[in-house]
């Protein structure tokens, strides 16, 4: 079985600061780990995917998220705040067989002029 | 090109009453999921179908849910004697192939409002 843990319901950061929203996994097979955002009666929209290429990985938006095995860790962060940004985050886990995704309570990130 | 689509965007019913959701996913993907999403949760995998089959219908929370995908291209969920409690925005999602390294593309999703 997997899961993850989205530690902080809520972020509110400055415009122009950096952005880091925590998530932890738990998983009995090596993990996929996405990352989603999903703004106001929008869909979700992919911001990146570990699928195991690489440890740090980039996405949309200037995202990129860094698979930390020993810690169980794929935190979401980006350099510089932008007020477009203000959306709520998902981290999302699947195993190596199964298909579901299996979310976060997901982390509502503002962004403060 | 089109993305993923539900039909209708929203959807006002009584309690007790049967309810169809549709979703239409992207052409030439053969995975497609269902998720319901409640009020400040993630979304909770339902269902989902490689194919015109049910490969998993674990999420599933009771017999009153039912999906079907006959033609394996659009997708229909039912909810029979609906509650109040199945109040909630169902998500649609689709993926080239069923893999968990894949790519799930969401469609904006179906609100439900159970009175």
């Known amino acids: 079985a997997q899961s993850v843990t989205q530690l902080g319901s809520h972020v509110s950061v400055s415009e122009g600061a950096l952005v880091l929203l925590r998530c932890n996994y738990s998983?009995?097979?090596?993990?996929?780990l996405f990352w989603y955002v999903q703004y106001p009666n929008q869909g979700l929209q992919l911001l990146l995917k570990y699928t195991s290429a690489a440890t740090l990985v980039k996405g949309i938006n200037g995202f990129e998220a860094e698979f930390k095995k020993s810690e169980t860790s794929f935190h979401l962060t980006k350099p510089s705040a932008h007020m477009s940004d203000a959306a709520e985050y998902f981290c999302a886990v699947s195993g190596s067989s199964g298909d579901k995704l299996t979310f976060g309570t997901g982390t509502r990130l503002a962004v403060r002029p | 090109g089109a993305g993923v689509s539900q039909t209708p965007s929203n959807k006002v019913t009584e309690k007790g009453k049967y309810v169809e959701l549709r979703c239409d996913p992207i052409s030439g993907h053969t995975a497609l999921y269902w998720y319901r999403q409640s009020l400040g949760q993630g979304p909770e995998f339902l269902i989902y179908f490689q194919g015109t089959g049910a490969a998993d219908d674990s999420g599933l929370p009771n017999d009153r849910f039912f999906a079907v995908r006959p033609e394996g291209s659009v997708s229909t969920l039912k909810i029979q004697r609906t509650e109040r409690g199945d109040s909630a925005v169902y998500l649609c999602?689709?993926?080239?192939?069923?893999?968990?390294?894949?790519?799930?593309?969401f469609g904006p999703g179906t609100r439900l409002l159970v009175l």
């Open positions: 998983s009995s097979v090596p993990p996929y």
């Open positions: 999602a689709s993926s080239l192939i069923a893999g968990g390294w894949e790519t799930q593309y």
